[in-house]
Nanobody, 124 residues
Framework: QVQLVESGGGSVQAGGSLRLSCAAS????????MGWFRQAPGKEREFVAA????????YYADSVKGRFTISRDTAKNTVYLQMNSLKPEDTAVYYC?????????????????WGQGTQVTVSS
């Protein structure tokens, strides 16, 4: 079993920055692909960013490319999402997720474990 705990959410004005963290415990963190997703009220959960277990590959939604950066620290069993130039449309609950398989990094269904989410609110 894997436990994921997100932190770092909060309220910020447009143009500001936040860094989300996701601490993992349980099975070997280094073997998982890790992703960040978000869900706004009334909308489906959507892909934001992902990083392969090797850190060689990173993936981003077009809406955040150039503004968000995903990274991982295997020694700390933690994955990060640095969010810069935030916009009101980035407002959502952000979820950390871990995947064991080799399937798509952008699909919700490919992930095996999920955190409880952290709220990010961006005001204009």
């Amino acid at each position: 079993q894997v436990q994921l705990v997100e932190s770092g959410g909060g309220s910020v004005q447009a143009g500001g920055s936040l860094r989300l963290s996701c601490a993992a415990s349980g099975r070997t963190f280094s073997s998982f692909g890790m992703g960040w997703f978000r869900q706004a009220p009334g909308k489906e959960r959507e892909f934001v960013a992902a990083i392969s277990w090797s850190t060689v590959f990173t993936y981003y939604a077009d809406s955040v490319k150039g503004r968000f950066t995903i990274s991982r620290d295997t020694a700390k069993n933690t994955v990060y999402l640095q969010m810069n130039s935030l916009k009101p449309e980035d407002t959502a609950v952000y979820y950390c997720a871990a995947k064991v398989g080799r399937g798509s990094y952008t699909q919700v269904a490919e992930y095996d474990y999920w955190g409880q989410g952290t709220q990010v609110t961006v005001s204009s």
